[in-house]
């Protein structure tokens, strides 16, 4: 299976609840506002949220009347087109090396493991990769690291359970820049995104990149777990707050019958998906694909 082939699978039991439903819609009734009432209810139904919903319905509607179109796979057609100008809305930042990218997330998303699908995407595109092991807080979660870390072929840095984590990111920023590393990839705490306190930490390791390697490019990525549907929208509005988010990965994708709230991250939020975890192997990461998504979702 291709790549992006990968992302149209995962979605396999979102598109045939979205299609089943539209099936029926289109079979009991004309074109009208009980029609697009009941298309907006479809996407909501499949966690795209109200507003993106409602903007989604509007654009359709404006669209087929204006052209006087009443065939199903027009408006089919015009829904996937306008779906997938949602997820354009926020561009995928172009990367640029050295590039150092702090991962950042709530307990149980799947951060550590992304981490080391991630690293593996970055040595198959022939980049030098070092991995920064900044959750020092779970027991374990740097053992767990260098379990990827080998498994990807990338150097790890490490300090003891309980170190403080900004000083794990000097040292991975200060090794990386003496070895011309081309990209860092710093794991950190999963951390509830309510607490203030574990924010403020995110805040001071986002200082020490800024101002150890201000030459590199540093990116902040949120790993969200798929199968959370809209409350992802939330955690994601929370922790781009706090340290100003320029990309999100997404795990599970697989696991998830609805996916339609990241329309509204795109769209509402501007935050773009770059990544998206398809499986568990290592090689179950591929970078976010918009017209595979919509050909998976509806």
Not at 141 to 165: F, M, Y
Not at 265 to 292: H, N, R
């Amino acid at each position: 299976m291709s790549l992006f082939g990968k992302i149209k699978d995962a979605l396999k039991k979102t598109k045939e609840s979205v299609s089943h439903k539209m099936r029926l819609l289109f079979a009991k009734n004309k074109l009208g506002d009980e029609f697009y009432d009941e298309l907006e209810e479809i996407l909501i139904s499949a966690d795209v949220s109200v507003r993106t919903a409602e903007e989604i319905i509007d654009e359709v509607k404006e669209e087929a009347i204006g052209n006087k179109l009443k065939d199903e796979q027009f408006v089919t057609d015009l829904l996937k087109d306008i779906l997938e100008e949602k997820l354009e809305e926020a561009p995928v930042p172009e990367l640029k090396y050295p590039v150092v990218i702090m991962f950042v997330g709530v307990n149980g998303v799947g951060k550590t493991t992304t981490i080391g699908k991630v690293a593996n995407y970055f040595v198959k595109e022939k980049k030098s990769v070092t991995v920064a092991a900044a959750d020092t807080f779970r027991a374990a979660a740097g053992e767990q690291l260098s379990v990827w870390a080998e498994r990807a072929n990338v150097r790890i840095v490490k300090h003891e359970e309980g170190s403080d984590p900004s000083a794990v990111i000097f040292d991975a920023v200060s090794s990386a820049k003496a070895r011309k590393t081309d990209v860092v990839l710093v794991d950190t705490a999963g951390r509830l995104h309510v607490k203030e306190n574990l924010m403020k930490e995110l805040q001071k390791m986002d200082r020490v990149v800024s101002r150890e390697w201000p030459e590199a490019q540093f990116l902040k990525f949120l790993v969200l777990d798929a199968t959370t549907g809209q409350n992802a929208v939330s955690q994601a509005r929370v922790f781009d707050e706090a340290v100003e988010l320029d990309g999100i990965v997404l795990t599970k994708l697989d696991g998830t019958a609805k996916g339609g709230f990241v329309f509204s991250l795109c769209s509402e939020l501007q935050i773009p998906v770059v990544f998206t975890g398809v499986g568990e192997k290592l090689d179950d990461l591929v970078p976010f694909d918009a017209e595979q998504f919509v050909e998976g979702f509806v």
